[in-house]
C-alpha cells in the first residue's frame, strides 16, 4: 500500500485533572496539589526530572485554583503587583534562571507581591531550591523556606497509563499486547512516551492502519537508532 502524506500539525494533549493517573510515583505530588489551600507560606516547589509530569500537574492545579501559569524566564517585565491578583500563581522551570539578574529580581519581587496579598505560590523545577545556583541571596532563602515536593521518576503504571492516554487523545486504540511490547523497551520518561505516540500516530496515518507490533517495531527502531 502506497503511504500517505503525513502533514505535522499541532497536537496538545488533554491536562485535566481526570486525565492525570495518579501512581506510586506521582501519588505525594497530587495529594500536596489538592491541598494547595494549606500550604504553609502559601507557596510550594515541585520537583521532578523532565518529563515526569511538572507541567500537567502545574495545569490541574490552575484548573483547581484560578492560578496564571508563566514560565519563570517570561517574568521580566511582568508588573508583580498586578500578577498577584491572580487568584494564584504557577511558575515553571524556576530553576532554569539561576544566574539571569533580572529573571532572579522578577521572581523575588512576585514572590513579595503574592506573599503580601496570600497569593499560592506553585513553583516547578528540577530540583530543591538549594540546588538552583541563585545568584540573588534574598531570592535563594525565600525559595528554601517553600514547601516541597517531588515527582518520582515514572513507574511502569504510570508509563503505561500514559501511553494509553495519549494515544486515545490521538483517537489511536493500542492493544494490550502493543502496550506490552512497548513498555520494557522503552526509557522511563513522559516525553519518550509522548514522541512514540507521535510517531505511532504518523505511522498509522502514512499507513491507514490501526497500530500493530510491525509499527511499533519500525518506530522503535526509528526512535533508538
Given amino acids: 500500500m502506497a503511504e500517505q502524506l503525513v502533514l505535522d500539525l499541532p497536537f496538545r494533549a488533554a491536562m485535566g485533572r481526570a486525565d492525570f493517573f495518579v501512581s506510586e510515583a506521582n501519588a505525594a505530588a ?3 496539589l489538592d491541598g494547595w489551600r494549606s500550604w504553609p507560606g502559601a507557596k510550594l516547589v515541585l520537583t521532578g526530572p523532565a518529563g515526569s509530569g511538572k507541567t500537567h500537574l502545574a495545569h490541574v492545579f490552575a484548573a483547581q485554583a484560578g492560578a496564571r501559569i508563566l514560565p519563570a524566564a517570561d517574568l521580566p517585565g511582568h508588573d508583580p503587583a498586578s500578577m498577584a491578583e491572580a487568584p494564584a500563581l504557577a511558575v515553571e522551570d524556576a530553576d532554569r534562571i539561576a544566574g539571569d539578574a533580572c529573571a532572579e529580581e522578577a521572581l523575588f519581587h512576585l514572590h513579595n507581591a503574592a506573599a503580601g496579598r496570600g497569593t499560592p505560590l506553585l513553583l516547578t523545577a528540577r530540583a530543591a531550591p538549594a540546588r538552583w545556583g541563585l545568584a540573588l541571596p534574598d531570592l535563594a532563602s525565600r525559595m ?12 511502569d503504571a504510570l508509563v503505561a ?3 494509553v492516554k495519549l494515544a486515545a487523545d490521538r483517537q ?8 506490552a511490547y512497548i513498555l520494557p523497551r522503552i526509557d522511563r520518561s513522559l516525553g519518550m ?3 512514540v505516540v507521535a510517531a505511532l500516530d504518523a505511522e498509522a496515518l502514512a499507513h491507514q492502519q490501526k497500530p500493530g507490533l510491525r509499527h511499533v517495531k519500525a518506530v522503535l527502531a526509528r526512535l533508538q537508532a
Avoid: I, N, R, Y
Fill in 30 to 32: 497530587v495529594a500536596a
Fill in 172 to 179: 489511536l486504540a493500542l492493544s494490550p499486547a502493543v502496550v
Fill in 144 to 155: 528554601q523556606q517553600a514547601g516541597l515536593v517531588a515527582l518520582s521518576p515514572p513507574d
Fill in 161 to 163: 497509563a500514559v501511553l
Fill in 193 to 195: 512516551v509522548q514522541a
